[in-house]
Structures are given as structure tokens and as C-alpha cells.
């Protein structure tokens, strides 16, 4: 995968994945959905579209259930798995009536058919609604129990032959340790696949990090609280590390 064209003056990549954890979009509430926050990352994901950038977007679903969760809980792996792929296609709608108040044209997506409420995946008609400017927002995961949202975001990235996945987080890029208990905690610029496997940086899954790696595919982590900073990073801007 290549940047876009030096000729483009505006950003630095044409069509984008942007990732985003189901606990991003409850606040300070400790579970579900908070409004005001899904409005404020909805925002976020405006400015890059007015900027003429194609956003695809994953959200997981830990907010309202985790499948791994319940799986130790003693629930069946499967059928924790399903649910919190449920839980993903709530998240995918709430973004969308988000995106949606703001003028921001969206399709959701989903692996699991549910046609009442959301389109199936078709490769085809969701390279076609980048094409037409909308926000396709992937849901319900791979549709395979045992894959995380983050493998689901790569793959779909690889699928709509995205440029970059952003990785939106707490923390403004990939550190060697936790920033939030080590003060001393350092700050990578540029980090390969190779390194985050091998030191266990937690950027996204094993998987995740390996179907990126094969494909060249570079994954933007960033501050998803840094207002702007989507938007900034694509300007050539601001602070993040990228593992390429």
C-alpha cells in the first residue's frame, strides 16, 4: 500500500480504515453508550470526510459485551463470540445516527445479514459507497466466531484497499510500557510488525498485526481524545507512532 499521490496537497492518504474500541464511545459511564462522546468522535471522522478522505470504520464491542468476557464467565466461546458481534452492530448504529445528524452520508455493513437494519457485506457495493463519498461502517466483525474487530479492521482495510488503519486509542501512540503507571514509559515514532509480535506492544492482535504485515498495510496509532488529531495526523500533523 502507497501514500497518496505528492500531488495531493490536502492529505496524506486517500481512503482510510479508522478502528476504534466499543469502550471509546462510553465516556465516563463505565458501560454502554454516552451520547455526548459518540457525537464528539462523530465530529472527528467529519472533519477527515470534509477533507474528501474515504473512511471506512470498525467499533468494537466491549461496552456493551466482550464474547472473550463471557467466554470466562463460562459461557460457550461461540456463542459469547456472536453476541458481542451483536454488540458491535448497536455501536455501528448509534455512529451512524451520529454521522447521519451531522450530514455525514453512512452505510453500516454487516457480516451477519440483518436486513431490516443494515446491509449485508458485499465487496463490490462497499468499495462503491466510498466511491460516492460514505462512511461504511463494518459491523458484526469478521462473522466468524474466535476473530477479534481488530483482525475484522484489517481485513476489511485489505478488502476496500485502504491506504493506513488508525488505530484511535487513550494514548498518543505505541509506548514500551503502560504510560499511564510508568512516568519513564517511551514513545515509539515508527515501530515494525515484526517488533510489536516479538515485544508483545499490544497495538492490536497477533493476527491483526500479521495480516497487516503480509500486506504492507500500515497501522496509525493515535489519541482518539486529541481533539483534532484525526483530522492532523492525515494533514501530515501531530503526534502518533506507525508500524510499518
Known amino acids: ?6 500531488s495531493d496537497k490536502t492529505t496524506r492518504y486517500k481512503r482510510v480504515m479508522l478502528k476504534i474500541s466499543g469502550e471509546a464511545l462510553m465516556g465516563d459511564q ?8 459518540v457525537e464528539r468522535v462523530a465530529r ?3 472533519k477527515v470526510h470534509d477533507l474528501g478522505v474515504e473512511v471506512c470504520m470498525v467499533i468494537g464491542g466491549g461496552n456493551v459485551f466482550r464474547g472473550l468476557q463471557g467466554s470466562a464467565q463460562g459461557m460457550e466461546r461461540t456463542t459469547a463470540d456472536y453476541m458481542g458481534m451483536l454488540a458491535t452492530v448497536m455501536n455501528a448504529l448509534a455512529m451512524q445516527a451520529a454521522l447521519e445528524a451531522l450530514g ?14 443494515c446491509e449485508p457485506y458485499i465487496r463490490r457495493r462497499a468499495v462503491r459507497h466510498l466511491e460516492k463519498q460514505r462512511v461504511c461502517i463494518f459491523a458484526a466483525g469478521t462473522g466468524n466466531p474466535y476473530f477479534t474487530t481488530d483482525t475484522a479492521a484489517t481485513l476489511r482495510a ?3 484497499q485502504c491506504q493506513a488503519i488508525f488505530k484511535g486509542t487513550k494514548v498518543d501512540g505505541v509506548y514500551d510500557s503502560d504510560p499511564e503507571t510508568n512516568p519513564d514509559a517511551v514513545r515509539y515514532d515508527r515501530v515494525s510488525y515484526d517488533e510489536v509480535l ?3 506492544l499490544k497495538v ?3 493476527s491483526a498485526i500479521a495480516l497487516a504485515r503480509d500486506n504492507r498495510l500500515p497501522i496509525i496509532v493515535f489519541s ?3 481533539p483534532g488529531g484525526f483530522e492532523g495526523i492525515l494533514r501530515g500533523e501531530g503526534t502518533y507512532t506507525i508500524v510499518e
Not at 463505565?30 to 462522546?37: E, N
Open 1 to 6: 500500500m502507497t501514500e497518496a499521490s505528492s
Open 104 to 117: 455525514v452520508y453512512t452505510r453500516v455493513i454487516s457480516a451477519i445479514p440483518m436486513d431490516q437494519i
Open 224 to 226: 482518539l481524545d486529541e
Open 44 to 46: 472527528e471522522v467529519k
Open 198 to 200: 516479538q515485544k508483545n
Open 158 to 160: 485489505n478488502e476496500m
Open 30 to 37: 463505565g458501560y454502554g453508550l454516552h451520547p455526548p462522546t
Open 204 to 206: 492490536m492482535d497477533a
